[in-house]
């Protein structure tokens, strides 16, 4: 039996009241370590000496709330069934946000970064929150060799890490993000695992466990967080939550061999939900990677060419271009959601209308219009 909302919402409950609280702690720590970025070029887009280390206060929520979730009843099944995997997702999500949050305080390598990715994921290839199967539409099902499993399942994270990283521009723009990913994924993988019929995901999976927690720290974070920011994740947070949403989805869709047609289409290829939930992020990724490789620049190379710094030369303000890119994930969610509880793949026309609506508002805002007219003159 699947633990009752009342766990899941306790579970969420500690992990928002635990950030709540610890954030401004750790912005006053971040003060007496010197981890403020008081940075004023061009691509800064606040105005005064702002601390870092809110990821620090995140990953403690996420501890917390897991820690609190052990010890009730309603989840003995599923700590009995995966209490190593929970503890490989909250290893990783450690290592990176200790290897983010170093870097915060003072400079680390890309190579240095990029060797604790490669140490948070190879840490949930080791404790099962693993890309074990691929799902091809219409071609089969791909059971990752030995060999093969670890290298995807460390590039996985790698990607959804730096994705998490790369949209963390905007005051509340990451932290908000992840926070409608997260639920997405939790309504996703709790409603697959209520199907015991369906057999697609057991009643013990931790992912809705894990979703249900990075929900509650990211939005325990946004008061915090929100335009003006009185501190910022720093790369210790967006490292960290990108590598706990990799674990997570790898979770949901990289496990299991089942399908479930119908009612959850996506399931034929399960990694399309995280593609799909966090497409803002990963496309901005993508295309920086495109736009920034063209020129002969690192991928690593940082620009003012990023979704949100778009917006913002569009004359959208700062607020507004978080809520439009907020406002994106939230329908893409919509998308993978409608039919997991309709029944019916029928959302792509009124999901399609609102987003179609979302981009006349985003070109035809008259801060826009007044933005381009200026550029003209």
Same mark, same amino acid.
């Given at each position: ?9 306790? @579970?969420? /409950? ?56 052990? !010890? ?23 290592? /990176? ?14 190579? @240095? ?9 190879? @840490? ?10 691929? &799902? ?22 790698m990607g959804m890490a730096n994705a !998490? ?8 723009? @990451? ?35 894990? /979703? ?17 920011? &009185? ?34 289409f996506f399931f034929y290829f399960p ?20 736009? &920034? !490789? ?75 219009? &007044? ?7």
């Amino acid at each position: 039996m699947r633990p009752a909302a009342f766990a899941y919402g306790t @579970a969420f /409950a500690v992990a928002f009241g635990i950030t709540l609280v610890l954030t401004p702690i750790c912005g006053w720590f971040a003060k007496r370590v010197g981890a403020i970025d008081a940075r004023t070029d061009d691509r800064r887009v606040h105005k005064a000496p702002t601390p870092y280390l809110g990821g620090l206060a995140i990953c403690l929520g996420l501890i917390g709330a897991v820690g609190v979730a052990w !010890t009730m009843d309603e989840f003995d099944a599923v700590f009995d069934e995966s209490g190593r995997t929970i503890l490989g997702v909250l290893m990783a999500a450690a290592i /990176a946000c200790a290897v983010g949050t170093l870097d915060d305080i003072r400079e680390v390598s890309p190579p @240095a970064k990029t060797a604790g990715l490669v140490l948070s994921g190879s @840490a949930l290839y080791w404790m099962g929150a693993a890309l074990l199967i691929v &799902r091809i539409p219409f071609a089969g099902t791909l059971v990752l060799s030995w060999d093969l499993a670890p290298l995807l399942t460390v590039v996985w994270v790698m990607g959804m890490a730096n994705a !998490t990283n790369f949209i963390d521009g905007l005051d509340g723009l @990451a932290a908000g993000i992840v926070a409608i990913a997260s639920g997405a994924l939790f309504l996703y993988s709790h409603r697959l695992s209520g199907l015991s019929s369906e057999a697609v995901l057991a009643v013990e999976s931790p992912a809705p466990l894990i /979703a249900i927690v990075v929900l509650g720290a990211c939005v325990g974070f946004l008061p915090y967080n929100f335009n003006p920011a &009185r501190i910022f994740m720093g790369d210790g947070g967006a490292l960290m939550l990108g590598v706990v949403m990799a674990g997570t989805t790898m979770l949901v869709g990289g496990q299991t061999e089942n399908q479930f047609s119908g009612s959850a289409f996506f399931f034929y290829f399960p990694l399309l939900i995280p593609i799909v939930v966090m497409g803002a992020p990963i496309l901005d990724t993508l295309w920086a990677i495109i736009r &920034r !490789t063209r020129k002969g620049l690192s991928p690593a190379h940082a620009d003012k060419n990023h979704l949100h710094h778009r917006l913002m030369r569009m004359g959208h303000g700062h607020r507004r271009s978080v809520l439009i890119l907020w406002t994106w994930t939230a329908l893409l969610s919509a998308f993978v959601l409608v039919p997991v509880y309709t029944d019916r793949g029928n959302s792509v026309v009124p999901i399609g209308i609102a987003a179609a609506g979302l981009v006349l508002y985003t070109y035809l805002h008259p801060g826009a219009r &007044r933005a381009k007219e200026g550029d003209a003159v």
